[in-house]
């Protein structure tokens, strides 16, 4: 489960459909899932990866779709979702090939569409998106980095309408020592 105890991974579920494979050394999933519509495809290779996964924890997670895709090396991942909340739609992707990569990506949903693509090297990346609609496409390719990307958006400055609270990103980074650290946001008091 999420604590990583050997107890079982609780999933309460509409229309689940779960492909994962692991194969080889150390690979490790923990839980707690809720997930009304569902598919999330999961493929690690080797070598040491982590994910430890929320998605919706006790509330619905609505639409989703997330397709991960891992190599090899000693990455981990933290993914949450909806955590502790709706989470309506999502639709990731991510697609590692090595390096000593860490993640922490949240989300909590509202629309979201995320991809990500690395190809190596020392990264250590977090991102959040929040909620409202979002977008976020990034190409990572490799040496050392640390992004840190948040975009909560959602609620417009001075409350003023906002039918469609968008906050895009796309990013192409062929790095050497980056660090890349952006935050966008749409809220009152907010930079």
Not at 34 to 62: K, M, P, Q
Not at 141 to 159: L, P, R
Request: include cysteine.
């Amino acid at each position: 489960n999420f604590d990583s105890s050997s107890s079982a991974m609780p999933i309460t579920g509409t229309s689940l459909t779960f492909n994962i494979d692991q194969l080889g050394n150390e690979n490790l999933l923990y839980g707690t899932l809720t997930a009304d519509s569902s598919s999330y495809t999961l493929e690690f290779n080797g070598d040491s990866n982590v994910f430890d996964w929320l998605i919706g924890s006790t509330g619905s997670s609505d639409s989703s779709n997330l397709l991960v895709d891992i190599t090899g090396d000693s990455n981990t991942m933290d993914f949450d979702q909806g955590y502790n909340a709706s989470a309506e739609r999502l639709d990731a992707d991510l697609i590692l090939l090595g390096g000593s990569n860490i993640f922490d990506l949240d989300f909590e949903s509202d629309d979201v569409t995320w991809n990500f693509d690395i190809t190596g090297d020392s990264n250590n990346f977090n991102t959040l998106q929040n909620d409202g609609s979002q977008s976020l496409t990034v190409e990572w390719n490799g040496d050392s980095g640390d992004v840190d990307i948040n975009q909560i958006s959602g609620t417009c400055v001075g409350g003023a309408p906002c039918a469609t609270p968008n906050a895009v990103i796309n990013l192409d980074i062929t790095s050497d020592n980056a660090t890349i650290q952006i935050n966008q946001k749409d809220a009152a008091n907010d930079s």
